[in-house]
């Protein structure tokens, strides 16, 4: 178990343009999650996947927010035309479904995006 | 949508002293976790506790779920220790984590 791992783990970027981030579950976890985390707050959900099916997304990801888990495993993150109220840190977590009970959600280091 | 709220917000404890953080909530849940964020960002597990009382160490925890609410006591803090506590709940028909606001630690030596 080598844990959640997210890359990169720093992003700058200009305003305007597009940025991905991955994301490698802990492996045969079938679920994943995005959350996105501003500072002082905690963490907010944005979507999630089990397996390669997106099941449920939050209306704070906007139509420029993508993301793609295509193989059920590793999931990327996509904001295209970066706005400065992007800036964050984007916490990838993952977990396990057993017989239909969700068991606990294991958090990645995070990437820290800042938009200029 | 469920509403977390803990508190204190804030809390500032000497070397050894003792502290209990509280965590409520507005609906039923299915899940309670209780999370560590070091200084680098990084959430860390702590408890998955949707009701009881478990203990690690210097860390305990109890959760009331029909009252709503959820307790996490740290003994003999250390300076380690500080960064933001979070708790976070699963509806019990939902699928994500709601997280409370935190309560940020500070342990001076």
């Known amino acids: 178990d080598t844990g959640v791992s997210q890359d990169p783990r720093h992003k700058i970027t200009k305003r305007g343009q597009n940025v991905t981030f991955r994301c490698d579950p802990i492996s045969e976890h079938n679920r994943l999650y995005w959350y996105r985390q501003t500072l002082g707050q905690g963490p907010e959900f944005l979507t999630y996947f089990q397996n390669e099916a997106q099941l449920e997304k939050s209306r704070l990801l906007s139509d420029r927010f993508s993301a793609e888990r295509p193989k059920g495993s590793f999931s990327t993150l996509e904001i295209q035309r970066t706005e400065q109220g992007d800036s964050a840190m984007y916490l990838c977590a993952s977990s396990e479904t057993t017989g239909g009970r969700r068991e606990t959600q294991y958090f990645g280091p995070g990437t820290r995006l800042l938009v200029l | 949508g469920i509403q977390v709220e803990q508190s204190p917000p804030d809390l500032i404890l000497q070397e050894g002293a003792n502290s209990t953080l509280r965590c409520n909530f507005s609906?039923?849940?299915?899940?309670l976790q209780w999370f560590h964020q070091n200084p680098w960002g990084q959430l860390i597990n702590l408890f998955y506790i949707p009701s009881g009382t478990k203990q690690n160490g210097r860390l305990s925890a109890t959760t009331v779920a029909t009252e709503r609410y959820s307790l996490l006591y740290i003994s003999s803090s250390q300076t380690t220790d500080s960064g933001v506590y979070f708790c976070a709940v699963e509806l019990a028909a939902g699928n994500k984590l709601t997280f409370g606001g935190g309560t940020r630690v500070l342990v001076k030596p």
């Open positions: 609906d039923s849940v299915n899940n």
